[in-house]
């Protein structure tokens, strides 16, 4: 019996580094059947290029990649452009990629294998929330669905009320908590913000073979920061490495009706029904030395 783990991912690659950091650990975990990857947000189709040139850099040309939803369901964008769209000039990747293809693809695949497949989003919800809106049975059809998003047990110093992830569409944030799909878990950015290196140490440690092209990019996010905080490798190493963190079960709901709190994740562990599992906690050295056992044999 195999011991893979059929994965979909859904990502805003271009913005912050650690989309990359993310979808290079997938493409080179042993463990990882990547069945596709969507992107979401602002350009998804300039998103796309930047997944499809991570993937010929590491010769997995065979990787679907679909582009999402540009645009939030109801609130304006907030992550209009994709600063780290430079890097296309110097790495080959595909330039065509068809208009809002993403959640009929997620749909198909996951109806096709019934049971069978993790789902994970590190981006605005904004394509899981209309995938989960739009067939309503996805979600039991999951085997399990993780993401990095929200604010669940503590507030990070310096961190706003809400986190990114959640707010850039909180009322795609809101159907896809709504949801309830079974295995959800939910790491937040309080744990993920424990799990952080020098830019420097990072260049460094990209610096060869393949992740190069991750280098690049995270060249271009370090311009205006001296670290890098691996939120959504994170997520990803979770999927196949659950004891990195310490999971809570509970209910989480999503802030809708105050313009100040929108998108403000509340976690309940006292609830009557507890659908949702947080990681509550992280080892920051065990997640390391494992993202890079993997990323390093590249």
């Known amino acids: ?26 493409l080179e975990q042993p463990r990882c059947d990547l069945l596709g990857v969507t992107t979401v947000t602002g350009e998804p189709i300039v998103r796309a290029q930047l997944v499809d040139a ?7 040309k065979e990787v679907p990649v679909y582009s999402g939803a540009g645009v939030p369901l109801l609130v304006p964008q907030g992550q209009p452009q994709v600063p780290q769209r430079t890097v296309l000039e110097r790495w080959p990747h595909r330039e065509k990629f068809g208009p809002n293809m993403a959640v009929d693809f997620l749909r198909q695949t996951i ?38 998003g929200g604010i669940f047990v503590s507030r990070p110093p310096g961190a706003g009320l809400t986190e990114w992830n959640a707010l850039v569409d909180p009322h795609a944030t809101a159907i896809t908590f709504a949801a309830r799909a079974p295995g959800t878990r939910a790491v937040g950015l309080d ?6 290196l020098p830019a420097e140490e990072c260049l460094r440690r990209f610096g060869k073979g393949p992740l190069k092209i991750v280098a690049e990019m995270a060249e271009v996010w370090s311009r205006g920061s001296r670290q890098v905080i691996f939120h959504d490798p994170l997520a990803a ?11 809570q079960a509970g209910l989480i709901e999503v802030e809708l009706k105050s313009d100040r709190l ?31 056992e993997v990323v390093e044999r590249a």
């Open 111 to 148: 109806r096709s294998r019934p049971g069978e497949i993790t789902l994970l989003s590190v981006g605005p919800l904004t394509n899981v929330g209309l995938l989960f809106a739009l067939d309503p049975e996805i979600p039991t059809l999951l085997k399990r669905y993780v993401m990095m």
């Open 1 to 26: 019996m195999s011991d893979k783990i059929p994965v979909l991912f859904d990502t805003d690659i271009g913005s912050d580094i650690d989309d990359a950091i993310a979808l290079a650990y997938l």
């Open 54 to 60: 991570v993937c010929a850099a590491f010769g997995r």
């Open 237 to 247: 190493v979770s999927v196949f490495e659950p004891d990195v963190c310490t999971w």
């Open 262 to 292: 929108r998108g403000l994740t509340y976690f309940n562990s006292q609830a009557d029904q507890k659908p949702h599992e947080v990681a509550v906690d992280v080892k920051p050295e065990e997640f390391f030395k494992r993202y890079f």
């Open 191 to 196: 744990v993920t913000m424990k799990c952080r």
